[in-house]
């Protein structure tokens, strides 16, 4: 496909006013765990893999789905350990691994290796979820990002820059060290 064909299409869909892709919502309200959900998480297809990551965070997050059964918590953990261990991960993951743990299928130590696989590769994406790994794993992981100076664009393209993996690492040790 050239450019412009690709730009036909971008505004007739931009036209139609459909969707593209699947929102995390709709995700929530229509995956069900499976083995070919698993078996694809499992996949050496980078693509597929990230696909089902997607999905099966969306499992997890969804209320209804509650309580999950045990062997598909086992199942999920030992996939994610796996994808861990060739450190193929994305954001979905640190969600599936947070998930796992408040379900306590997935220890402090596999936080830990989550953590430490994701750092350098997706560290916005770790320090996005830094509230919720502190009391999990302490503040070693954090020192880093504390003095991040990577800048992004907010408020839209074009927009000020401004430090958010510094900015988000200093709010999550804010609340972090909160009197309780």
Do not use: W
């Amino acid at each position: 496909m050239d450019e412009d064909q690709i730009q036909i299409m971008r505004e007739r869909i931009a036209a139609s006013k459909r969707k593209v892709g699947l929102s995390f919502d709709d995700a929530r309200k229509t995956t069900r765990y499976s083995q070919d959900l698993l078996n694809q998480y499992r996949s050496g297809d980078s693509g597929a893999s990230r696909v089902a990551a997607f999905r099966i965070d969306a499992y997890l997050a969804e209320p209804t789905n509650r309580p999950i059964c045990e062997s598909e918590l086992s199942s999920i953990a030992e996939a994610l350990r796996l994808r861990i261990s060739h450190r193929a991960l994305a954001k979905s993951d640190l969600r599936i691994g947070l998930a796992l743990h408040s379900c306590g299928a997935f220890d402090q130590q596999d936080v830990t290796s989550l953590v430490e696989s994701m750092k350098g590769t997706d560290d916005f994406s770790v320090a996005s979820e830094g509230e919720r790994l502190l009391p999990i794993i302490g503040t070693d992981f954090i020192q880093d990002y504390l003095s991040s100076t990577e800048l992004f664009e907010t408020g839209g393209m074009g927009g000020p820059q401004r430090p958010l993996i510094r900015e988000m690492a200093e709010e999550a040790l804010r609340t972090f060290n909160l009197p309780k």
